[in-house]
């Protein structure tokens, strides 16, 4: 689709939402092993909430990595859908990791960016979304051209819907409630990984 079709809402118009609720909502919406990669800490615990997909994986302990890993299996993988999910610290943190998916241009990459203007788990500092900065600004300014805020959450799975229809990259933006997450990742790193790569074919079952 072309970008003029994005519907664009100012985040300060954006309904404030909920990070479980949308989760699970993406995740309902998944019906081809699409790949779904939620970053530290709230974000892939509520992902983890939403049902354990072998296609997910859980980025335990690095903040701003959930999109750089997506992008990588993106490129891996062109005929699967990635999802990224990120809390707006996280890709604070990581900036340039948005210029680096512009230059690549996955088509099969989306990146959900939770922006609730908190550093939620580390007791809720301020970030600089609660100050004016507005992450789909920046995610255009690095060229990611089709980045739009979620104006509700009809909106937010029409989205979804055309990620998982249309080429990307795509950047959608979501303001969030500051509730906690639904449910807690299970801490094993490495049966993580394992099952992450079973899921997507690269290593046997058994
Ligand atoms: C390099 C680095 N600095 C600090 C931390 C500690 N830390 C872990 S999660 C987190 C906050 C993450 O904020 P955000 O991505 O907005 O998610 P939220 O907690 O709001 O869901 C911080 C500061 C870390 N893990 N790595």
Redesign the pocket.
Known sequence: MSNTELQMVARADAKIMN?SDLTRRLVARLNAQEAVIG?????NFDLWASGQRPQNFYML????LAAPIAMGVALAQPQRKVFAL????????QLGALGTVAANAPRNLAIIV?D?G?????G??K?LTSTGTDLVSIARGAGLRQSAWAADEAHFEAMVDRALAGDGPWFIAVRIDGAG?AGMTERDPAKIRLRFMQGLGVVSQS
Not at 61 to 64: L, V
Not at 86 to 93: F, T, W, Y
Request: zero cysteines.
């Open positions: 990070r970053g530290i800490g709230n974000t302990g690095s903040m701003g990120e809390g707006d610290g996280s890709l604070l943190m939770w609730n908190l550093y939620q788990i580390t809720s500092q970030t997450p």
